[in-house]
Nanobody, 115 residues
């Protein structure tokens, strides 16, 4: 079992930056996949960024070159650095972990980008 708690969301103007944090209740060193998803009103939840414990990353096309996912195993935390935010980035952002066939989700943090 692992509990995930997101923080760092808020209101930001278009073009601004935010950094989301996902704190895990235990070591994430052995967790195969950690990721950020988002869900905008009326839309399906979508993968934003994925980090695997072999160091590889993958991004949605819409956020590539603007967002960066990173993992700090010492702090049991995964980050999502979001730069050059756009109105369409407004959503609830969820932290995700997958290990040994089990999936875990955080409660989500709201990101609102204003014009």
């Amino acid at each position: 079992q692992v509990q995930l708690v997101e923080s760092g969301g808020g209101l930001v103007q278009a073009g601004g930056s935010l950094r989301l944090s996902c704190a895990a209740s235990r070591s994430i060193r052995s967790i195969n996949k950690m990721a950020w998803y988002r869900q905008a009103p009326g839309k399906q939840r979508e993968l934003v960024a994925l980090n695997t414990n072999d160091g590889s990353t993958n991004y949605a096309t819409s956020v590539k070159d603007r967002f960066t996912i990173s993992r700090d195993n010492a702090e049991n935390t995964v980050y999502l650095q979001m730069n050059s935010l756009k109105l369409e980035d407004t959503a609830v952002y969820y932290c995700y972990a997958a290990q040994w066939g089990r999936e875990y989700w955080g409660q989500g943090t709201q990101v609102t980008v204003s014009s």
